[in-house]
T-cell receptor, first 115, second 114 residues
């Protein structure tokens, strides 16, 4: 059973460009979470999605950031008009259930560098 | 709201020595507790978790942790470390059944010296 897959692993964008980060959850998992890890810091929750629904986006910046998890295909975290402060590692995690979805499995992350 | 404090940002130890990484949390509700390990340039791997039951939890790679409700702590221990244990360790809390997001501590960098 393949683990959580994220691509690209490394992404370089110039200020003002758009960044698209993809996450394919583990087989059978229908819940996806995105976290951001700034340099020398722990992970911070951004958003929790189920198929075609955003369940909790309390950690998402109000502007430029959006996320989706369509019925078919991977979950996408989209950052418009990137700025240097967006440089970070973005991790996706997935879990299989709702009522006891306490265990999350993490992908290898996408390291975004904004130049 | 929940919060997690990892009391040491860096812990250097010698190979084969014991180690304890400290974690305290605050929460007004029952929580689930986790320890994750992150090797350089990799994602997070679950070491162990406490959901309920026995307060002493055993995980992978010889690690164990003890849940102490009165002290709101969940310290991670290993009796004898190996060079390969060099990594960043994160304590995390989830606010219980049905909840979704994990709240992480700042991390503790464990460095094993030969």
């Amino acid at each position: 059973n393949a683990g959580v897959m994220q691509n690209p692993r490394h992404l370089v964008r110039r200020r003002g460009q758009e960044a698209r980060l993809r996450c394919s959850p583990m087989k059978g998992h229908s819940h996806v979470y995105w976290y951001r890890q700034l340099p020398e810091e722990g992970l911070k929750f951004m958003v929790y999605l189920q198929k075609e629904n955003i369940i909790d986006e309390s950690g998402m910046p109000k502007e430029r950031f959006s996320a989706e998890f369509p019925k078919e295909g991977p979950s996408i975290l989209r950052i418009q008009q990137v700025v240097r402060g967006d440089s970070a590692a973005y991790f996706c995690a997935s879990s299989p259930r709702t009522w006891d979805s306490y265990e999350q499995y993490f992908g290898p992350g996408t390291r975004l560098t904004v130049t | 709201a929940q919060s997690v404090t990892q009391l040491d940002s860096q812990v250097p130890v010698f190979e084969e020595a014991p180690v304890e990484l400290r974690c305290n949390y605050s929460s007004s509700v029952s929580v689930y507790l986790f320890w994750y390990v992150q090797y350089p340039n990799q994602g997070l791997q679950l070491l162990l978790k406490y959901l309920s039951g026995s307060t002493l939890v055993k995980g992978i790679n010889g690690f164990e942790a003890e849940f102490n409700k009165s002290q709101t702590s969940f310290h991670l221990r290993k009796p004898s470390v190996h060079i390969s244990d060099t990594a960043e360790y994160f304590c995390a809390v989830s606010p219980g059944q049905g909840a979704q997001k994990l709240v992480f501590g700042q991390g503790t960098r464990l460095t094993i010296n030969p």
